[in-house]
Structures are given as structure tokens and as C-alpha cells.
């Protein structure tokens, strides 16, 4: 299941750096909740919808990588 969702570890990736962001930054501004929550979900279903849209290409690792499983 998790390999159809590619994009999903940049997905990940990029949460990690705005929750960390925002920690530093909490005693300079503060978010919103709101908008943390909204960031988090945007970045979340468009890493999701991105893998959907464009599926990964079949290159030599994709192909040695799926024959092992």
C-alpha cells in the first residue's frame, strides 16, 4: 500500500520542517492552530494526490526492488 504513496516521505518531510519552524519561531510569532492544522493537511493530501497523479516511474531500482518482495 505505502508504495503507491511515493511522494509521501516529501510529504513527511516537509511537515517535520514546518512543526520545527514553528517551534523555533514560537517565542517571535505565534501560528495560529488553525493554520498549523491546515498546513499540515494540505502538504499531507497533496503528497498523496501527487503520488496518485503521477505514478513512479519503472526504472532499474523500481524493477529489482519490487522482484525481491
Not at 5 to 17: A, M, N, P
Not at 27 to 36: A, C, D, K, N, T
Amino acid at each position: 500500500m505505502m508504495g503507491k504513496f511515493h511522494y509521501f516521505k516529501v510529504g513527511l518531510s516537509l511537515v517535520l520542517t514546518f512543526v520545527g519552524s514553528k517551534m523555533i519561531l514560537a517565542s517571535i510569532y505565534e501560528i495560529p492552530i488553525v493554520v498549523s492544522l491546515g498546513v499540515i493537511v494540505t502538504v499531507l493530501v497533496g503528497a498523496i494526490a501527487a503520488s496518485l497523479l503521477r505514478p513512479p516511474s519503472e526504472g532499474p531500482e523500481m524493477r529489482s526492488s519490487c522482484s525481491q518482495r
